[in-house]
Nanobody, 122 residues
Framework: QVQLVESGGGLVQAGGSLRLSCAASGTIFSINAMGWYRQGPGQQRELVAVISSGDRTNYADSVKGRFTISRDNAKNTVYLQMNSLKPEDTAVYYC????????????????WGQGIQVTVSS
């Protein structure tokens, strides 16, 4: 069993900051990459940021310069520091992890958190 648990969401005023956390737990051999996705009202799900096991990062153009993704490999945790928040950042944010569950299999599966609401008021 693998679980991803998000925390840190909530309501914030435009220009403010939030820090999201996502901790992966259960039977995990290694995590290849972790990332954050979001889906706003009436919108398609989009990648916000992703970080590899080697700390390579990718960001959506809309959040570059404002958001920073990081990870703590020892804790199997990924963070998303969100600064200068805008109303258009309002969405449900989902944590994703691509991971191996055992040393004897090279199979990697994607796991998802339940999502956490971020609301930015104007």
């Amino acid at each position: 069993q693998v679980q991803l648990v998000e925390s840190g969401g909530g309501l914030v005023q435009a220009g403010g900051s939030l820090r999201l956390s996502c901790a992966a737990s259960g039977t995990i051999f290694s995590i290849n990459a972790m990332g954050w996705y979001r889906q706003g009202p009436g919108q398609q799900r989009e990648l916000v940021a992703v970080i590899s096991s080697g700390d390579r990062t990718n960001y959506a153009d809309s959040v570059k310069g404002r958001f920073t993704i990081s990870r703590d490999n020892a804790k199997n945790t990924v963070y998303l520091q969100m600064n200068s928040l805008k109303p258009e950042d309002t969405a449900v944010y989902y944590c994703n992890a691509n991971l191996r569950r055992s040393s004897w299999s090279t199979v990697r599966n994607d796991y998802w958190g339940q999502g956490i609401q971020v609301t930015v008021s104007s």
